[in-house]
């Protein structure tokens, strides 16, 4: 069965860094935008990055700008999130999610979800 499944979670110290992926499995990944949206305790989701269907168009929240790059390489049906400079507020899971309109600021916009990674930065 089609899903998304993310890897590359965990703890690291402010200022490290980590990288996310998201791998499609049973998916034509290639056709659809796909997103990094992530949902920190007690708090609303929050879409913080986006890429388009060929990888043309990229987006990224105020909030990860200048630290956060996402990509894609759809002969692996993956995409990226490299997250540099990590700060305590990143902490959240981190879930993938993809769109066939487009990238969207609008979590209810994404589609399949996969099953989030738990991202921890504290000293």
């Known amino acids: 069965q089609p899903q998304l499944v993310e890897y590359g979670g965990g703890s690291v110290q402010p200022g490290g860094s980590l990288r996310l992926s998201c791998v499609g499995y049973e998916y034509t990944l290639s056709a659809y935008a796909v997103a990094w949206i992530r949902q920190a305790l007690g708090k609303e989701r929050e879409v913080v990055s986006c890429?388009?269907?060929?990888?043309?168009?990229?987006d990224y929240a105020e909030s990860v700008k200048g630290r956060f790059t996402i990509s894609r390489d759809d002969a692996k049906s993956t995409v990226y999130l490299q997250m540099n400079n990590l700060k305590p507020e990143d902490t959240a899971v981190y879930y993938c999610?993809?769109?066939?309109?487009?990238?969207?600021?609008?979590?209810?916009?994404?589609?399949?979800w996969g099953q989030g990674t738990q991202v921890t930065v504290s000293p």
């Open positions: 890429i388009s269907s060929h990888g043309t168009l990229t």
């Open positions: 999610a993809d769109a066939l309109l487009g990238c969207s600021t609008k979590d209810t916009d994404f589609g399949s």
